[in-house]
């Protein structure tokens, strides 16, 4: 028998929401065609790796010495490390080298390690909602308690709000910008007013949160946004990202933690992610990819294709009349579900009538909302003009709008 409590996560309802559309759209594509289903559940980046990225996979493949493919430290290749020095220093405007960075399974991999490192039964992790869906049980699996703070109307950090649920159980902040599912980006304004809440509150409490910024979707932004450096507005802070999202590598696993040299207690919290990736069986990052991303890291990748898709699909829901947030990074929409639907659950459903696949919002922590992944294929985007204007027009002809 599976344990009791793994069994209700994994048949709650909005439980691997995505991965559940995801298949379901395997499902309905193989049933009435490809071109007839309209999948957007899945935040799968759908370029190419960069021509970088191939040839480092080919030169590393051709390496035939002995013990290529061996156990290294559990923290990665001591090069590959100051290789992603050099990447932070860059994104943050700061000196770091590679005994701050830890080498992950991804960055999944990096935050479960992160908060195996830090919290203790019954510590607490604020996160602004909407947010990934996977941090509940990703904050849960090392028994913490993940805290969710809405966000202001147009998806900014409500400061305010976060000040007033940190206590003496608070571990750390998790931020993710830009955001999934929203697609916003944190100004410097904004996390400036964090971390100064952050300061406050460590002088007037025990302990000191730490500020976990997962960073996957940083290099991905339109309209001349940028994302704003950490390290200079917080010294407890930790970067965890992969390559996922930039390089388009998701299933290759590999990304890796920065803590902040600045950190009050950096070398134990390195060391602790270390000994976290060991003991969760992680063991180390693989080794041939580590090896093909030190080579590959600073290629320059195009986005452009993504910020036309975004750009494509928003004229398709202003023609059917859908409210959305405009995104500033990643690659999602995120929608409102009209008024005549008591949950996002519904509207959701409404629009797979017409072979539309969307992600519930509640699912992000984001009730009343639904997510739109455009890493798609323009044809999808642009086949779905008519199932996405029909699906409105029923609800207007039933007069329920």
């Given at each position: 028998?599976i344990?009791?409590?793994?069994?209700e996560?994994?048949?709650?309802?909005?439980?691997?929401?995505?991965?559940?559309?995801?298949?379901?759209?395997?499902?309905?594509?193989?049933?009435?065609?490809?071109?007839?289903?309209?999948?957007?559940?899945?935040?799968?980046?759908?370029?190419?790796?960069?021509?970088?990225?191939?040839?480092?996979?080919?030169?590393?493949?051709?390496?035939?010495?002995?013990?290529?493919?061996?156990?290294?430290p559990?923290?990665?290749?001591?090069?590959?490390?100051?290789?992603?020095?050099?990447?932070?220093?860059?994104?943050?405007?700061?000196?770091?080298?590679?005994?701050?960075?830890?080498?992950?399974?991804?960055?999944?991999?990096?935050?479960?390690?992160i908060?195996?490192?830090?919290?203790?039964?019954?510590?607490?992790?604020?996160?602004?909602?909407?947010?990934?869906?996977?941090?509940?049980?990703?904050?849960?699996?090392?028994?913490?308690?993940?805290?969710?703070?809405?966000?202001?109307?147009?998806?900014?950090?409500?400061?305010?709000?976060?000040?007033?649920?940190?206590?003496?159980?608070?571990?750390?902040?998790?931020?993710?910008?830009?955001?999934?599912?929203?697609?916003?980006?944190?100004?410097?304004?904004?996390?400036?007013?964090?971390?100064?809440?952050?300061?406050?509150?460590?002088?007037?409490?025990?302990?000191s949160?730490?500020?976990?910024?997962?960073?996957?979707?940083?290099?991905?932004?339109?309209?001349?946004?940028?994302?704003?450096?950490?390290?200079?507005?917080?010294?407890?802070?930790?970067?965890?990202?992969?390559?996922?999202?930039?390089?388009?590598?998701?299933?290759?696993?590999?990304?890796?933690?920065?803590?902040?040299?600045?950190?009050?207690?950096?070398?134990?919290?390195?060391?602790?992610?270390?000994?976290?990736?060991r003991?969760?069986?992680?063991?180390?990052?693989?080794?041939?990819?580590?090896?093909?991303?030190?080579k590959?890291?600073?290629?320059?990748?195009?986005?452009?294709?993504?910020?036309?898709?975004?750009?494509m699909?928003?004229?398709?829901?202003?023609?059917?009349?859908?409210?959305?947030?405009?995104?500033?990074?990643?690659?999602?929409?995120?929608?409102?579900?009209?008024?005549?639907?008591?949950?996002?659950?519904?509207?959701?459903?409404?629009?797979?009538?017409?072979?539309?696949?969307?992600?519930?919002?509640?699912?992000?922590?984001?009730?009343?909302?639904?997510?739109?992944?455009?890493?798609?294929?323009?044809?999808?985007?642009?086949?779905?003009?008519?199932?996405?204007?029909?699906?409105?027009?029923?609800?207007?002809?039933?007069?329920?709008?």
């Amino acid at each position: 028998m599976i344990a009791p409590q793994i069994k209700e996560l994994m048949t709650n309802k909005n439980a691997s929401v995505i991965r559940k559309m995801f298949e379901e759209g395997i499902a309905l594509k193989k049933k009435y065609g490809e071109e007839n289903v309209f999948d957007f559940s899945l935040g799968n980046p759908d370029l190419d790796p960069p021509k970088e990225v191939v040839q480092a996979i080919m030169e590393e493949a051709k390496d035939v010495s002995h013990g290529c493919h061996g156990y290294m430290p559990n923290a990665g290749y001591s090069e590959v490390r100051e290789e992603m020095a050099k990447k932070t220093a860059l994104e943050q405007n700061a000196e770091i080298h590679g005994e701050n960075v830890v080498m992950t399974v991804g960055a999944a991999s990096a935050l479960n390690c992160i908060f195996k490192a830090l919290l203790a039964p019954g510590d607490e992790v604020i996160v602004p909602a909407p947010f990934f869906a996977e941090y509940r049980h990703y904050v849960r699996n090392h028994g913490g308690i993940l805290v969710e703070v809405p966000t202001k109307a147009d998806f900014s950090l409500d400061v305010e709000a976060i000040k007033s649920k940190l206590s003496e159980k608070t571990a750390a902040v998790l931020i993710n910008t830009p955001n999934n599912p929203t697609g916003k980006v944190y100004t410097k304004e904004e996390i400036d007013g964090l971390t100064n809440a952050l300061k406050e509150h460590g002088k007037s409490c025990r302990r000191s949160p730490y500020l976990i910024c997962d960073e996957p979707y940083r290099a991905i932004v339109y309209d001349g946004v940028k994302v704003p450096p950490v390290f200079s507005s917080y010294d407890d802070t930790i970067i965890c990202t992969s390559f996922a999202k930039n390089l388009s590598l998701p299933g290759e696993r590999v990304g890796y933690v920065a803590v902040n040299p600045k950190c009050n207690d950096a070398k134990d919290v390195v060391a602790a992610v270390t000994f976290a990736l060991r003991i969760l069986g992680c063991v180390n990052s693989p080794a041939f990819f580590q090896k093909v991303i030190a080579k590959s890291w600073s290629a320059k990748v195009d986005y452009s294709s993504y910020e036309k898709r975004r750009d494509m699909l928003m004229k398709i829901l202003d023609k059917a009349g859908i409210e959305y947030f405009r995104p500033q990074g990643a690659f999602y929409l995120f929608c409102k579900a009209p008024k005549c639907f008591e949950t996002d659950g519904e509207f959701s459903d409404h629009l797979k009538k017409y072979f539309i696949l969307a992600a519930p919002g509640t699912g992000f922590g984001g009730k009343g909302w639904i997510r739109l992944a455009y890493c798609v294929s323009e044809k999808t985007i642009i086949n779905s003009e008519k199932a996405f204007v029909k699906a409105m027009q029923e609800l207007k002809e039933g007069g329920r709008l």
